[in-house]
DNA sequence: AGGCAAGTCGGACACGTGTCCCCGTCAAGG
DNA sequence: CCTTGACGGGGACACGTGTCCGACTTGCCT
């Protein structure tokens, strides 16, 4: 029994030239009607319209980049995936990128594999590539090397202080000099330090703005700051945070103010002392680092810092874009970000 | 005065042949050193390797491909990059992908932009698609048929019971089940929905399992169980669980344990009993849903249930891993992964 | 010096695309 | 009927790559 009237054979189009077969059309003449020239009859474009309704073809991204059309491709190279500040910058410059007709190519550059990553990028030819996070800094400064003699811009975003490297970053300093401005004013002089550990790698880090504010309010680093980081090792923050706290409970000379690295080191003090019975922030005064969605969900909620993340990443965005045709710029583009004061319900006034 | 040592000249490479006249050796000869074939003396791949090794230089990918080379990239159309457990699916994939070489091309599948995004995808010739999250049924089910008809693999994490889908997802109604007999067993009868919206759309929804308990306890639904989901706007979910929880404290006929559609949405109800004086779990008991890190971070420490990311992005990837050489297959596949239950402190004996 | 093999060179092709150019077709108008 | 113009067909090219193949240049051995 022959089928009378024969099912859509299973034709397989990978090709213009399959397209235009299964249209019925020449190659260039369906061509023409996909780059919408001039000079076609309004029934030919339908019919290849149809067609491409009907069978989702698509034109080689790759052999269109060949011809010379440009891949409109950013490589992020992502230090981490796991950290929600870190997240949430990948989540909002892919946003950004999208809207400007960008794709996003992401890998984590991991210690050793940041040689690989970047020539994965560079064989793909993306326009640019940004880096998010902390790296080894050798190795991305090798890279940036790279990409500068080759004339791919570049942006490297929290990475502060690295050779020859385009950076935005935020002013971390200045975010811990409110900070402690902000509990100077309530009356705290000593101060513990959560995770936060020392030698200043730059003038934008942490370190710096806590010895840059004792200076200013006339303390003296060494009697007023106290750090019992040698005491634990730190693998789970919040466990970190917890057991940091625990220790000072039973420290002689117990400061009346904490500052925690991060957030999770903060939530996880906040625990440490509850536990002891101690009421924040009757007791004692703590902050946290970063903003995140966790601050508030505390009791009390978090004084903390905020990244201006959409900041950051606006201007990095800027940043980059703004380099893509052009040649290499030969002084590297350093933008600090300014860092803001969330106020929560974790500082208070000393008790006298 | 001329220069006496010519520094090197700013020379673009940007393909073999570029690469070939800086090297000073022919187009065809590099190649075969770059692709290792045999019969070529020690110190010409030298030459070629050092010259690599200076400019950086990397064949361009997508000639490659157009010369026949699989383009080893995977699409992946997140529903968001916000939410916890989807970001930490996405780094699992991203990382097991990259083990097996292949590269993400990742982009958010709003409703709308579904269509193109996955014609970018298919434009750039990616291997396969994967889809994580709840999405619009229509639009991914359109998608999803578009994909089967030009033989291009894929998978959905997360959205059960498509049609003709490619499915991982978890049991959560299994989960559901094992929370409620979890809390059976420690004496409770009456339970609260937080977010547990009505309505069950498959058979491994949060509550069918809910259904499925009650029979099996021989609770009768409509009494056993109440909600007052529809008091509040659900906006944020912290917020939103602390509404619910305050609206609950509230109720005349309280119920002894409260199931939060997922962590934060818990927590946030945590917070909403303490803040009016109640002990959690002497008073009530409450559970939490993915097992985030936050559920851990509160106090009383949150019982939740594990999605086994792990083992569904594992799934997931071996499935659209097994399907890349071959024919499409006619029945799609379906896979459950079990949750587990996680059990922490905020869960106790019913008081007596 | 001559011979021979090991290396190297360079031309050619295909891959999928957009574009240019010329030719064929067809219908309308004179 | 012929002319003209509008439109589609089809050949050609370039883009960067790997590979094949014939021709050329080495350098070593006799």
């Not at 984590?108 to 064989?123: A, I, K, M, N, Q």
């Not at 400061?255 to 019975?277: K, S, W």
């Not at 860092?339 to 006034?349: D, Q």
């Amino acid at each position: 029994m022959p089928t009378p009237l024969k099912p859509k054979p299973p034709v397989v189009i990978r090709s213009t030239a399959d397209f235009a077969r299964y249209v019925g059309l020449a190659r260039t003449t369906v061509s023409r009607v996909l780059n919408g020239q001039p000079g076609l009859k309004p029934k030919t474009i339908d019919q290849v319209q149809r067609a491409l309704a009907e069978t989702g073809f698509t034109p080689n991204a790759h052999a269109l980049h060949l011809k010379g059309k440009r891949t409109s491709m950013i490589g992020i190279c992502m230090e981490d995936l796991a950290t929600p500040p870190a997240v949430r910058k990948l989540s909002i410059l892919q946003h950004v990128l999208r809207t400007r007709g960008f794709s996003s190519l992401i890998e984590v550059f991991s210690p050793g594999t940041g040689r690989d990553v970047v020539r994965h990028f560079l064989s793909l030819r993306v326009e640019a590539i940004v880096f998010i996070g902390h790296f080894h800094r050798e190795e991305i400064e090798a890279r940036l090397a790279e990409l500068t003699t080759l004339g791919t811009p570049h942006v490297v975003i929290d990475h502060f202080g690295l050779k020859g490297a385009n950076t935005v970053s935020l002013d971390r300093a200045a975010g811990m000099e409110a900070v402690i401005g902000h509990l100077y004013d309530l009356g705290h002089r000593t101060f513990g330090l959560l995770g936060v550990t020392k030698g200043p790698t730059s003038r934008i880090d942490r370190m710096t703005g806590i010895q840059a504010a004792m200076r200013s309010h006339g303390l003296e680093f060494d009697t007023a700051v106290t750090s019992l980081d040698h005491l634990h090792e730190r693998r789970n923050d919040f466990d970190y945070g917890r057991a940091l706290a625990t220790s000072f409970v039973r420290h002689p000379q117990r400061p009346t103010a904490f500052l925690g690295y991060n957030d999770e080191i903060a939530v996880g003090a906040l625990r440490g002392f509850q536990e002891a019975g101690l009421k924040v922030p009757r007791d004692l005064s703590l902050t946290g680092f970063n903003n995140q969605d966790i601050c508030h969900m505390t009791w009390p909620t978090l004084t903390t810092v905020d990244q201006n993340i959409e900041t950051t990443i606006d201007e990095a965005a800027e940043l980059i874009l703004s380099q893509l045709g052009k040649p290499v710029r030969p002084k590297p583009i350093v933008r600090t970000i300014p860092a803001k004061l969330i106020i929560g319900e974790s500082t208070g006034p000393v008790r006298v």
